[in-house]
């Protein structure tokens, strides 16, 4: 009678392990699958049940299905469970993780520009897709920036390292591999050209970079200061050719400002 109380006790204790193995399997899986802010300036939020919830490092993740939301004077840095990470720049919409289907679809950018650090083990790949309203961007072990410029999701896809496949995804053409520094432009309703897109003397690629490194000068000066000078402002990110010259898209990308100069001296007297 005893073994035969003891085995039906363990039959039990075996049943709620696997019941809570079961219920906490999926939520292991979300919280596996959430993106985590490392770094972040200005307005950045997330929607979720109809309202913007800020974010913040040290604040709650971004789930999957979600959309990162940023200001004029956003931006924010977010890490995913492998180690890969992604930029968020100003004016910005994307959806995190859009299929829940498919953990390697990592973005949907519905609108501004991403750039993408994907990590991957030596020796083996990791596949990851970026998509915009025209175009998805399938990619392994590489650094690569995505803009969608306008409404209708006109597409700049620029490549710092590794290689990318661009796919169309409304007119029929043949996909497009980019190297590094390849570029490439992915209109609505025309197809993908054979030859990236030149960009002559450099020009668009400084500009990016001059954005990105307005924003790190941005977080440097926190770093360091415990605040941001200036109140805070940051520096747009470019937008395409438009920000070739720096007099369109949202801003000219620059240094931080000077700090405030030495105090007059106190009123002298006779």
């Not at 193995?21 to 596996?32: G, R």
């Not at 950018?109 to 309203?133: A, W, Y």
């Not at 209109?187 to 030859?195: D, V």
């Not at 990308?253 to 030495?262: H, K, L, R, V």
């Amino acid at each position: 009678m005893a073994q035969r109380f003891t085995f039906f006790r363990n039959v039990r204790r075996l049943l709620a392990a696997a019941t809570l193995a079961v219920c906490y399997a999926p939520l292991e899986a979300q919280n596996l699958y959430n993106a985590t802010v490392v770094e972040q300036l200005g307005q950045v939020s997330v929607e979720a049940g109809g309202y913007q919830i800020p974010l913040s490092v040290g604040g709650p993740a971004v789930k999957p299905q979600q959309v990162i939301v940023t200001g004029p004077d956003g931006y924010a840095r977010f890490q995913v469970s492998d180690g890969s990470t992604f930029e968020v720049f100003n004016n910005a919409r994307v959806v995190f993780r859009p299929n829940l289907g498919n953990w390697k679809d990592l973005l949907d950018i519905v609108l501004g520009r991403v750039k993408t650090f994907i990590q991957h083990e030596p020796g083996k790949v990791n596949h990851n897709e970026v998509s915009s309203p025209t175009a998805v961007i399938s990619v392994r072990g590489t650094v690569f920036d995505v803009v969608v410029e306008d409404d209708d999701g006109t597409t700049l896809v620029t490549v710092d390292e590794g290689i990318v496949q661009v796919h169309h995804r409304i007119a029929a053409s043949n996909d497009v591999y980019l190297h590094q520094g390849d570029m490439i432009r992915v209109f609505k309703n025309q197809p993908l050209q054979a030859k990236a897109l030149i960009d002559k003397g450099n020009l668009l690629h400084q500009a990016m970079k001059a954005a990105e490194n307005a924003v790190y000068q941005v977080l440097l000066q926190r770093r360091i200061g415990g605040g941001i000078p200036g109140g805070g402002n940051i520096p747009a990110s470019t937008q395409g050719d438009q920000n070739k010259n720096g007099s369109k898209g949202g801003g000219t990308p620059g240094s931080p400002p000077a700090p405030p100069g030495s105090p007059p001296p106190p009123p002298g007297g006779d």
